[in-house]
Structure formats: structure tokens, C-alpha cells
């Protein structure tokens, strides 16, 4: 383990990060490097070649074989394709060789990742290129080089391009709503993000044991063991020694990748944990999150451990989300969510506060999209997980501010007093103003907003790039109203007052899991999308194409197939999870269960001839019996069910919520109550307490 003296030698160094580069490179070619990633211009051969050398004599110092462009297609995963940086130097010998080419563009076969109808099967050539604003680092062996991937034909295949347009499209409208303000300094807003990052921790062998943990990542079955978090000792508590060594390789893992890993504390169901890092622009912090999610499990596995990162493993505690804590930044450094304390800073920090909140307000259909997939359903609404219902959290002192400025009265804080945009001094919005409201989807934090809904599993890049590009729609909006004013001023609190008013529906302090919530909600004309058959058909909504036609974040094409690549995979999950079920429920449950009621049958036969009591015998094996019987009837109907799976994307979505998940349901029920009356030695797998309590 790493001395804290050692941990800033230990941090960063298998990246080659901005220092390396200025000391391996010429001025000139870091200079052109530089250019590139601020101004977005290419860069020439002969500069490539040179980044590339010292690229491959860095990696080989440390190490490294091989370089792999590393991407992130439609899978929610990362991807890689190894080559080796030999070629042959004549006479039986090599020479290793990288160029500025090989660094610049890959070729990697597209035909085999999702497309959504973007890309026929036959046709698979695609390409991976560069991206330079992401640093390269050393994973295993293997240069790998942070790129985006495309279409032969050009199209976006993968989750960093629609980011990176994204973050360049909202840095250009919030520079136009500065310079209103008269700041001529800032050239770039940049979209921050800090993830924090829950996750189980289980034994592997124990895992191994579980073939629905294998197959889907979830437990499909298990009792409610004696035990879960009713006595709330676990959130926040000490950290047992076999997770606290696995912490600490994972940290010591992270920050050699350059990960900002900052914090690590236990979450409040047993075996869950949590790991933050410090924020960094949305595009690092997608990367890093990936790479992180990567690290968790391999890390795991070298401690006989396994990292699950579904939304919900195990039922009946809580499950598990990522919280992404969103913002923007100029390059000046100022976080433009920050309430200012001079009536100049108010102004703009009310104007991006209402953008904010017009945003989720006008596309709060689609951001609840972009959290949409099975592992999620089994999660919102939950006690640990905001409600599908999107809303906005304030605080009592900035929604009184607000409420001030809609009704035009004087605001009873710290001095009673009219607001006037602009012009009077906003009181101090404490980031620990108010109490934290666990229940809101978005949460504003004190100079963020919080989004709460992600699942555990996922990529960040989706909910950030409909952040991103929200944001650029209502700023563009604004500037364009602003802009050709004669009285900046008075239209300037004329449209905070607007805008307020027309979306002050979407705010909302109370408690999300309140059933009164939900009506409230509906009377305001909230979505309250529960399912995500029932969200994912507003991802392809006319404004919501528009919204990201408009914006050069997708085209109509790439847009659609995001739609049908999710679409898909809600179908696919379910199935597999079905199909494992059944496999389960044949090989594993019933032959265990009829052999632990063959057994009773026995022993009460015994009994009865020896004219002992064996009512116990006789009750429990009745009851097996019926329930095996449900069982195998629930079975059979989940087999007749997969086998009439619609074969149009929409209708197998819509088919697998409404017939695979109650027939599941009904598996489950029935084979959960076997296994409370089966004895242990009998049960066919791991239970809930094994799995929970082993580590």
C-alpha cells in the first residue's frame, strides 16, 4: 500500500497527462497540442508522429506491449482492440513502432455493436479517431488511447461524440448570455460533473454459486433474510477489514489512472458501499466513470470478491445509483451556479437558474428517458431512489427568492426588502442552507444541481448530454430575447419573473415518496412515467428530436436509433432474465424442493408407524406440494409467454412489461416461500443472508 507521502508520485503516473507531455514533447508540437484542445483545431502529421513517439517510449518505460483505441459504443460499456507495438526489423528482429497515424484513427469492425438501423450487418467497416482533450493512460498492459467512434458513412456509434458536441454547444450559447453581462474574458463554459459511484460488494464463491447473479447481475429469487438494514448500523459505519483492503487497492488503482477518488463509506444496505470523486469536466468525468466501473470489478475479483453493480441485486434493500452532480464553469473560474454576493453576479446567476429550471421543465419527459432501463424500474420510487415523477429542489430560502420575484412582494429573509434583479443585493444562498431532500430528482445543492435518478450501472454520458443540451436550448432562447434589448435591465427581470412564473410547477420541496405528491403532480401536469416502457417512447418525441436536431448534438438518424437500441435492450434483458428463471426453476428449485418433500414424506411415514406425531413432516410437505405446483404452473406460463415475444422492437417492450414481469412475479412469489420452508442444506443455492452477511 502507498505511503501518503508517495501518493503524489502514485497519482496520475500511468497517464500521459498535460505534465508528461510538456516535458517529452517539443514546444512546439505541446503547443499545437494545446491550440488543438482549446481552439478545436486539428493537428498536422508531423505533430501527431511526434506525440505518438513519445506516446510509445513512455508507455514502453512503463511497461506496456500494446495500444488499443478505447472507445464507448451504444453498449453502455467500454470497448478495446489490442495491437502490439512490434513490426519486423529484418533478420529475425523487431522494433516497436507507433505512429501519428495509428494514434490519430483506428479501423475497428462496427458490424457487431449496436446500431439501431444506423448500420446494415454486411457493412462493418467503422473508425475510432483521437480525442485529444482526454488523456492517454496505461490499463494492463496496454497504451489506451480515449477516441470517439463512427460510422463508415460518418454517423455517431458511441456515447463520447454526442458528449463532446454537447459540451462545445452549451459553452457557446452561456459565452453569449456572459458577454450580456459584460464579461469579455470567458471564452469557454464548461459542463462539471462529479458522479458519485454505489455499488455491492459479495464473495465470489458464493457468486459463483448463483446463476442469476451470473446471467443478469440481479438475485431473480430469495427470501427476506431474518436481517436487512432495519437497524441501520451499516450506513456510514466502520468499514470491515476485507472491503476496507479492497477500498483501498481500488483508490490506490484509480488514482494511477488519474481518477480523483476522494471518498468511500458505507451505504445503508448491508455488503453496499459508495465511492465519490472530485468533479472535473463532463468529459473526464464520463471517461473516468466508465474506466472506474471497469476498476471496481476487476479490483474485486483480485480480492475474492465480486462488485455488482445493478440497480437493484437483492430485493427488499435498498439498491444502488449514481448521483451526478452537474454545473458550469468558465475557464475563468467561476461556477456559474453560485449565488453571487454582488447585485451583477445575482442577476446571472438568476438567469442560468431560470434556464435550469425551464430546461427540466419543457424536457422533463426526456431526461426521465434517459435514466429508463429494467435495472432502474426496480429501483425509482423505492425508499432509497427518487419518484419517476421529474421535480425540482430548491431550498425555503432560494425558493422564497423565487416566489418573491414571481409575486413581486418583499422577501422575508435576512431583511425584508424587495428584490430587484440587478440592482439589490441577493442574500447568501448557503450551500447547507436547507436540509438535503433525498426524495427530489434534482437537487440544488448550493452551486449544483444533483441528479438523483441515475442507476448504478449506467453510462453518465446520456443524462449529461440532455443536461448539456437543455441548457443550450433555453440560454440560446434567452439570448436571443436579450440580446437586441434597449433596457437590459428591466426586460432582464421582466423574463426571470417570466419564466418563473410559467415553470413554477416543476418545483417542488416536499416529500417525493408522499402518495400526495404523486396527485399533486398530476394536478400540475408533471409526466409521472413509472416504467420504462412507459418513458422510452418520449425519447423520439417531435420536440425532443428537434431539441438535439436543432443543437448538432444528433441527427434525426442517430437520435431514432439511441431510441431503438434502448427499446431493444429492454426487451432483451427481460427475456434473459425470464429464460434464467425458468432454467433455475427446472434444474435447481423444483428437484430441490421435491426431494426435501420426499424426504418429509418419508420421515412422517416413519412416524406414523412408530405413532409419533409428524405433523410437522405432514404440514410442510402439503404445503410444498401446493406451492411446487404454482411454481411449475408459473413456469410453464413464463415459457409459453417467451415463446410469444412480439418481434417489432415497440410491441416485445410493451409485451415484456405487461405479460413477462407479473408472470415473474408469480415465480418468484411461489418459489420464495419454498425456500422458507425448505431447510438450508436443501436449498439449492446461496441465500439472501449468505450473500448479504459473507463478507
Same mark, same amino acid.
Given at each position: 500500500?502507498?505511503?501518503?507521502?508517495?501518493?503524489?508520485?502514485?497519482?496520475?503516473?500511468?497517464?500521459?497527462?498535460?505534465?508528461?507531455?510538456?516535458?517529452?514533447?517539443? &514546444? @512546439? &508540437?505541446?503547443?499545437?497540442?494545446?491550440?488543438?484542445?482549446?481552439?478545436?483545431?486539428?493537428?498536422? /502529421?508531423?505533430?501527431?508522429?511526434?506525440?505518438?513517439?513519445?506516446?510509445?517510449?513512455?508507455?514502453?518505460?512503463?511497461?506496456?506491449?500494446?495500444?488499443?483505441?478505447?472507445?464507448?459504443?451504444?453498449?453502455?460499456?467500454?470497448?478495446?482492440?489490442?495491437?502490439?507495438?512490434?513490426?519486423?526489423?529484418? $533478420?529475425?528482429?523487431?522494433?516497436?513502432?507507433?505512429?501519428?497515424?495509428?494514434?490519430?484513427?483506428? *479501423?475497428?469492425?462496427?458490424?457487431?455493436?449496436?446500431?439501431?438501423?444506423?448500420?446494415?450487418?454486411?457493412?462493418?467497416?467503422?473508425?475510432?479517431?483521437?480525442?485529444?482533450?482526454?488523456?492517454?493512460?496505461?490499463?494492463?498492459?496496454?497504451?489506451?488511447?480515449?477516441?470517439?467512434?463512427?460510422?463508415? &458513412?460518418?454517423?455517431?456509434?458511441?456515447?463520447?461524440?454526442? +458528449?463532446?458536441?454537447?459540451?462545445?454547444?452549451?459553452?457557446?450559447?452561456?459565452?453569449?448570455?456572459?458577454?450580456?453581462?459584460?464579461?469579455?474574458?470567458?471564452? =469557454?463554459?464548461?459542463?462539471?460533473?462529479?458522479?458519485?459511484?454505489?455499488?455491492?460488494?459479495?464473495?465470489?464463491?458464493?457468486?459463483?454459486?448463483?446463476?442469476?447473479?451470473?446471467?443478469?447481475?440481479?438475485?431473480?429469487?430469495?427470501?427476506?433474510?431474518?436481517?436487512?438494514? *432495519?437497524?441501520?448500523?451499516?450506513?456510514?459505519?466502520?468499514?470491515?477489514?476485507?472491503?476496507?483492503?479492497?477500498?483501498?487497492?481500488?483508490?490506490?488503482?484509480?488514482?494511477?489512472?488519474?481518477?480523483?477518488?476522494?471518498?468511500?463509506?458505507?451505504?445503508?444496505?448491508?455488503?453496499?458501499?459508495?465511492?465519490?470523486?472530485?468533479?472535473?469536466?463532463?468529459?473526464?468525468?464520463?471517461?473516468?466513470?466508465?474506466?472506474?466501473? *471497469?476498476?471496481?470489478?476487476?479490483?474485486?475479483?483480485?480480492?475474492?470478491?465480486?462488485?455488482? +453493480?445493478?440497480?437493484?441485486?437483492?430485493?427488499?434493500?435498498?439498491?444502488?445509483?449514481?448521483?451526478?452532480?452537474?454545473?458550469?464553469?468558465?475557464?475563468?473560474?467561476?461556477?456559474?451556479?453560485?449565488?453571487?454576493?454582488?447585485?451583477?453576479?445575482?442577476?446571472?446567476?438568476? /438567469?442560468?437558474?431560470?434556464?435550469?429550471?425551464?430546461?427540466?421543465?419543457?424536457?422533463?419527459?426526456?431526461?426521465?428517458?434517459?435514466?429508463?432501463?429494467?435495472?432502474?424500474?426496480?429501483?425509482?420510487?423505492?425508499?432509497?431512489?427518487?419518484?419517476?415523477?421529474? &421535480?425540482?429542489?430548491?431550498?425555503?430560502?432560494?425558493?422564497?427568492?423565487?416566489?418573491?420575484?414571481?409575486?413581486?412582494?418583499?422577501?422575508?429573509?435576512?431583511?425584508?426588502?424587495?428584490?430587484?434583479?440587478?440592482?439589490?443585493? /441577493? !442574500?447568501?444562498?448557503?450551500?447547507?442552507?436547507?436540509?438535503?431532500?433525498?426524495?427530489?430528482?434534482?437537487?440544488?445543492? $448550493?452551486?449544483?444541481?444533483?441528479?438523483?435518478?441515475?442507476?448504478?450501472?449506467?453510462?453518465?454520458?446520456?443524462?449529461?448530454?440532455?443536461?448539456?443540451?437543455?441548457?443550450?436550448?433555453?440560454?440560446?432562447?434567452?439570448?436571443?430575447?436579450?440580446?437586441?434589448?434597449?433596457?437590459?435591465? @428591466?426586460?432582464?427581470?421582466?423574463?426571470?419573473?417570466?419564466?418563473?412564473? *410559467?415553470?413554477?410547477?416543476?418545483?417542488?420541496?416536499?416529500?417525493?415518496?408522499?402518495?400526495?405528491?404523486?396527485?399533486?403532480?398530476?394536478?400540475?401536469?408533471?409526466?409521472? /412515467?413509472?416504467?420504462?416502457?412507459?418513458?422510452?417512447?418520449?425519447?423520439?418525441?417531435?420536440?425532443?428530436?428537434?431539441?438535439?436536431?436543432?443543437?448538432?448534438?444528433?441527427?434525426?438518424?442517430?437520435?431514432?436509433?439511441?431510441?431503438?437500441?434502448?427499446?431493444?435492450?429492454?426487451?432483451?434483458?427481460?427475456?434473459?432474465?425470464?429464460?434464467?428463471?425458468?432454467?433455475?426453476?427446472?434444474?435447481?428449485?423444483?428437484?430441490?424442493?421435491?426431494?426435501?418433500?420426499?424426504?418429509?414424506?418419508?420421515?412422517?411415514?416413519?412416524?406414523?408407524?412408530?405413532?409419533?406425531?409428524? =405433523?410437522?413432516?405432514?404440514?410442510?410437505?402439503?404445503?410444498?406440494?401446493?406451492?411446487?405446483?404454482?411454481? +411449475?404452473?408459473?413456469?410453464?406460463?413464463?415459457?409459453?409467454?417467451?415463446?410469444?415475444?412480439?418481434?417489432?422492437? @415497440?410491441?416485445?417492450?410493451?409485451?415484456?412489461?405487461?405479460?413477462?414481469? !407479473?408472470?415473474?412475479?408469480?415465480?418468484?412469489?411461489?418459489?420464495?416461500?419454498?425456500?422458507?420452508?425448505?431447510?438450508?442444506?436443501?436449498?439449492?443455492?446461496?441465500?439472501?443472508?449468505?450473500?448479504?452477511?459473507?463478507?
Amino acid at each position: 500500500m502507498c505511503e501518503t507521502k508517495k501518493l503524489p508520485e502514485l497519482f496520475g503516473s500511468m497517464v500521459f497527462n498535460e505534465e508528461t507531455m510538456k516535458e517529452r514533447l517539443s &514546444s @512546439a &508540437s505541446y503547443g499545437a497540442w494545446k491550440t488543438s484542445v482549446t481552439d478545436g483545431t486539428p493537428l498536422d /502529421l508531423s505533430t501527431a508522429n511526434e506525440i505518438a513517439e513519445a506516446m510509445k517510449q513512455w508507455a514502453v518505460e512503463k511497461g506496456a506491449t500494446h495500444y488499443t483505441h478505447w472507445f464507448q459504443p451504444m453498449t453502455g460499456v467500454t470497448a478495446e482492440k489490442h495491437d502490439s507495438f512490434i513490426a519486423p526489423a529484418g $533478420g529475425g528482429k523487431i522494433m516497436m513502432e507507433f505512429s501519428g497515424k495509428e494514434l490519430v484513427r483506428g *479501423e475497428p469492425d462496427a458490424s457487431s455493436f449496436p446500431s439501431g438501423g444506423l448500420r446494415a450487418t454486411f457493412e462493418a467497416r467503422g473508425y475510432t479517431a483521437w480525442d485529444p482533450t482526454s488523456f492517454a493512460f496505461i490499463k494492463e498492459g496496454s497504451l489506451c488511447i480515449p477516441t470517439i467512434f463512427c460510422s463508415y &458513412s460518418g454517423e455517431a456509434l458511441d456515447k463520447k461524440t454526442p +458528449l463532446l458536441r454537447s459540451m462545445e454547444e452549451v459553452s457557446r450559447q452561456a459565452v453569449r448570455i456572459l458577454r450580456l453581462f459584460g464579461d469579455t474574458e470567458t471564452k =469557454r463554459v464548461t459542463a462539471q460533473v462529479g458522479p458519485e459511484q454505489e455499488y455491492f460488494l459479495i464473495d465470489k464463491a458464493l457468486y459463483a454459486k448463483r446463476e442469476d447473479l451470473r446471467m443478469t447481475g440481479r438475485t431473480l429469487f430469495g427470501a427476506k433474510p431474518p436481517r436487512g438494514q *432495519e437497524l441501520e448500523d451499516h450506513y456510514f459505519g466502520a468499514i470491515k477489514p476485507r472491503v476496507a483492503a479492497y477500498m483501498q487497492d481500488l483508490d490506490e488503482t484509480l488514482w494511477a489512472l488519474g481518477v480523483l477518488s476522494k471518498t468511500k463509506h458505507n451505504e445503508v444496505a448491508p455488503s453496499q458501499h459508495e465511492m465519490a470523486p472530485v468533479y472535473s469536466d463532463a468529459n473526464t468525468a464520463c471517461d473516468q466513470n466508465q474506466l472506474a466501473m *471497469e476498476m471496481m470489478k476487476k479490483v474485486a475479483d483480485r480480492h475474492g470478491l465480486v462488485c455488482l +453493480l445493478h440497480e437493484k441485486p437483492f430485493a427488499g434493500v435498498n439498491g444502488s445509483g449514481k448521483h451526478d452532480n452537474w454545473s458550469l464553469s468558465t475557464d475563468t473560474g467561476k461556477n456559474l451556479f453560485k449565488p453571487g454576493s454582488t447585485p451583477h453576479q445575482n442577476a446571472r446567476f438568476l /438567469l442560468f437558474l431560470a434556464a435550469f429550471i425551464k430546461g427540466v421543465d419543457d424536457y422533463q419527459d426526456f431526461l426521465r428517458a434517459t435514466v429508463a432501463f429494467p435495472g432502474n424500474d426496480h429501483r425509482l420510487g423505492a425508499q432509497e431512489a427518487p419518484p419517476a415523477v421529474i &421535480s425540482i429542489f430548491l431550498g425555503d430560502e432560494l425558493e422564497a427568492v423565487v416566489e418573491s420575484i414571481i409575486n413581486g412582494t418583499d422577501f422575508q429573509g435576512s431583511g425584508k426588502r424587495t428584490l430587484e434583479i440587478g440592482v439589490d443585493v /441577493l !442574500p447568501p444562498i448557503r450551500q447547507d442552507n436547507t436540509d438535503r431532500n433525498r426524495t427530489s430528482p434534482m437537487a440544488f445543492t $448550493g452551486n449544483k444541481f444533483e441528479f438523483r435518478m441515475l442507476g448504478s450501472s449506467q453510462s453518465i454520458s446520456g443524462p449529461n448530454i440532455a443536461l448539456n443540451t437543455i441548457m443550450a436550448e433555453e440560454l440560446q432562447q434567452f439570448a436571443d430575447e436579450l440580446e437586441g434589448s434597449a433596457d437590459f435591465q @428591466a426586460d432582464l427581470q421582466t423574463l426571470i419573473r417570466r419564466v418563473f412564473t *410559467e415553470h413554477q410547477r416543476i418545483i417542488f420541496n416536499g416529500n417525493g415518496y408522499d402518495d400526495s405528491w404523486l396527485e399533486e403532480a398530476k394536478r400540475r401536469g408533471l409526466y409521472n /412515467l413509472t416504467s420504462t416502457a412507459d418513458a422510452l417512447p418520449m425519447y423520439t418525441a417531435p420536440k425532443n428530436v428537434e431539441l438535439f436536431v436543432k443543437h448538432g448534438i444528433y441527427t434525426r438518424e442517430e437520435i431514432e436509433a439511441r431510441a431503438e437500441i434502448h427499446i431493444e435492450n429492454y426487451s432483451t434483458v427481460l427475456t434473459i432474465e425470464a429464460k434464467t428463471m425458468v432454467d433455475m426453476i427446472r434444474h435447481q428449485i423444483l428437484p430441490a424442493v421435491s426431494g426435501y418433500a420426499d424426504q418429509l414424506c418419508q420421515r412422517a411415514s416413519h412416524k406414523d408407524a412408530l405413532h409419533v406425531s409428524c =405433523r410437522y413432516e405432514s404440514d410442510t410437505a402439503a404445503q410444498i406440494g401446493a406451492l411446487t405446483d404454482a411454481l +411449475l404452473a408459473a413456469c410453464d406460463k413464463l415459457e409459453q409467454d417467451l415463446a410469444a415475444v412480439p418481434a417489432d422492437s @415497440a410491441k416485445a417492450m410493451r409485451y415484456c412489461h405487461d405479460i413477462l414481469i !407479473p408472470g415473474m412475479a408469480d415465480a418468484r412469489a411461489a418459489a420464495d416461500h419454498l425456500e422458507a420452508l425448505t431447510a438450508s442444506d436443501c436449498w439449492p443455492f446461496p441465500t439472501y443472508s449468505d450473500l448479504l452477511f459473507s463478507v
